[in-house]
């Protein structure tokens, strides 16, 4: 069901993902956290259906739950939303994936939402870079904010995510 790329990306990418993510509890917003999808933190699955009306894929949660990803396109891009779930059917993570066909087509993409989020958030806290994945973090009350990009000859991909403040980090 997996290709070769989201399998690497399922082991390799995501680790740095995660690294720049560490738990904590904030408070909610009650303003749809992502930029991509109109999602609130207390959705369900079947509050996602009626949102997105289209067919979905479910995997497993890097959080102990489910993941479901539904076609999207955001910033003229086509890519996948992934909303994932933890070990309680709480939403605690939205994501926007994007695998491009070159790594200037993603460095670009990952270029137009550097700066929507250094207009929105300001200066990330946080920038990584190690090997051919680099990250960027910013920590708000609202829960963080995370851009992940991967480019290698194999596989050009990019994930920009919000998550929810009980698995954000305060540093």
């Not at 790329?5 to 909610?28: G, H, M, N, R, V």
């Not at 960027?136 to 194999?154: A, F, H």
């Not at 050009?156 to 009980?166: I, K, T």
């Amino acid at each position: 069901m997996f290709t070769k790329f989201q399998t690497y990306f399922l082991y390799f990418f995501l680790p740095l993902l995660l690294s720049l993510a560490a738990c904590s509890s904030k408070e909610q917003s009650s303003v749809p956290p992502a930029p991509f999808s109109q999602a609130h933190w207390s959705y369900t699955l079947e509050d996602l259906q009626k949102l997105e009306q289209t067919a979905f894929e479910t995997t497993v949660s890097v959080y102990g739950g489910s993941s479901y990803l539904f076609p999207a396109t955001y910033l003229d891009h086509q890519g996948t939303i992934k909303y994932m779930f933890d070990e309680n059917n709480q939403l605690v993570a939205i994501a926007f994936f994007y695998e491009g066909t070159d790594a200037a087509q993603v460095a670009e993409l990952a270029r137009q939402i550097q700066e929507l989020a250094h207009q929105e958030f300001g200066e990330s806290i946080h920038s990584e870079t190690a090997g051919h994945n680099s990250g960027e973090k910013w920590v708000r009350k609202e829960g963080n904010v995370l851009l992940s990009v991967l480019t290698t000859e194999e596989a050009n991909a990019l994930q920009y995510s919000f998550l929810h403040p009980s698995i954000s980090s305060i540093e």
